[in-house]
């Protein structure tokens, strides 16, 4: 997970009874194989006293900045939408290494191509 990321930031107020999606997370972050996964990625924790809702914060490696809400987004779902953003962005990368555009724009008339290999359908 940590692979997509050049930085994480937990806020948490450690006396807020909201605070368990952060801690699942900065668990997460803090697991031997996240960490090894990309070891230059910094984890950022900020303890508050105030009463600002648990946030997290998360960089991509692309710059691109995405704050969730720690007390209405489960740890879960902030992972998997690092892991599906991170799929894209290795896209991005393969294509642009091959020297593509990006991103692909499919001709529309492409996309009304029946697939090889399938019968095309029978106009109802």
């Known amino acids: ?3 997509f990321l050049s930085k994480v930031k937990i806020e948490f107020n450690a006396l807020d009874p909201r605070i368990a999606s ?3 997370f900065l668990a997460q972050c ?3 194989k996240a960490k090894e996964s990309n070891p230059a990625c910094q984890v950022v924790v900020k303890r508050r006293t105030d009463d600002h809702p648990p946030q997290i914060a998360v960089t991509f490696v692309n710059g691109v900045e995405e704050v969730f809400d720690g007390t ?3 740890a879960q779902s902030i ?3 690092i892991l599906d953003k991170g799929q894209h962005l290795e896209t991005e990368q393969m294509f642009r290494e091959a ?3 990006w991103p692909v724009i ?3 008339e492409e996309l009304r191509q029946p697939a090889p290999g399938t019968k095309p359908r029978k106009a109802e």
Do not use: F, H, V
Request: hydrophobic share 35%; glycine share 4%; net charge neutral.
């Open 72 to 74: 209405t987004t489960t």
């Open 79 to 81: 992972r998997t939408m």
């Open 22 to 24: 952060c801690m699942e």
């Open 99 to 101: 020297g593509e555009a």
């Open 1 to 3: 997970m940590l692979k």
């Open 106 to 108: 499919i001709p529309e």
């Open 30 to 32: 803090n697991a031997r």
